[in-house]
């Protein structure tokens, strides 16, 4: 375990984020969300993750696709935002591809002399777990994101997400470094001082925290008298998982939470938080919500004080509790080793 942390200069030098950009985010898995994001036979959904533009869509067939929002005719971006279509048509000269991403038209160029198989849309990479779409923008597979998610279907079973259904989506713009986020995430041990609600919903003693290859889990009972979740005997733990770098699951019983930790900039992040349920009371969704909203924001103060800190000349580097901290130790580990291995 590192008995130091990283150094400020990791929360906010714009050529280490850029650096983290290219050799983390580029080559890593990222949830796009659920597949109820386009339930019908030409439904879209257009995304920009890590500065590439995506278009996420079901075609007349019924398949998803996630390509490139790019026409490959001068390069314009093709969607905005989501609809529902008979096709996608480039709003610059007009070209128009199916859902599917074949090109359908090619206007000012001659059918018979160009090769419209070489001009359909980029494809990217996805994989779709328990209704949820993951992609990545190359073809390496050092992140075997497939193999995590057998153990954490295996650690979580017989739970299955594929049931559940949708409510809704928060974004949260928060002034602080997006490993910050994650650093303050991957530990319980601040629960009792910066959340003082949720430190009555846990069982703070049972909190545990286990490490593996590329992820990271923690875990802990619920108290049944003053938990906003359904309950049962044989089904009352809280479980947060992350899956490096930057998604979250938070399971608890009768509802999953999403989150992704979006970097805008060095000092900057954007938190998505998609909302889950399996035959949850209205009642109980709205508690669950308003609940979620209030740790939240407890997180965004404490997360934002510490970026703050980091700018400090009082301060350079930390050190971590063998205890408590294995979380974040082992996050950090992995982000110096992706960065200084390039």
Known sequence: ???NTLSSSWYQDKEIFALEKKYIFSKSWHLLGSINQVPNKGDYVAKTINDQPIILTRDNNNTLNTFYNVCQHRGCILLEHEGNSKQIKCGYHGWTYELSGDLRTARGFD??????KKYQL??????????????????????????????????I????????KYRKRDTYKIKCNWKVYLDNYLEGFHIPLVHPKLNTVINYKS???????????????????SSPYKNSEDNN???????????????????LQTNTIEPIDEQNCNVIFDYYFKDVSEKKIKEDIVFSEEV????????EKVQK??????????????????????????ISEKINNG
């Open 1 to 3: 375990m590192n008995h």
């Open 111 to 116: 059918k018979e002399l160009l090769d419209f």
């Open 122 to 155: 980029k494809p990217i990479k996805h994989y779709i777990w328990m209704d949820q779409i993951f992609i990545k923008f190359d073809d390496d597979d050092d992140n075997d994101l497939k193999k995590i998610l057998k153990k954490i279907e295996k650690i």
């Open 157 to 164: 079973e017989p739970l299955n997400f594929s049931d559940y």
């Open 207 to 225: 909190y545990k925290t286990e490490i593996f290859d590329d992820f990271s889990m923690q875990w802990c009972f619920l108290n049944p008298d």
């Open 237 to 255: 733990k809280a479980f947060y998982f992350t899956i490096y770098p930057n998604i979250l699951f938070n399971i608890a019983p009768g509802r």
């Open 296 to 303: 939240q924001n407890e997180d965004i103060y404490i997360c």
């Open 309 to 334: 800190g980091l700018k400090s000349n009082g301060f350079n580097q930390g050190i971590f509790s063998e205890k408590y901290e294995i979380g974040v130790s082992h996050f950090q580990s992995y």
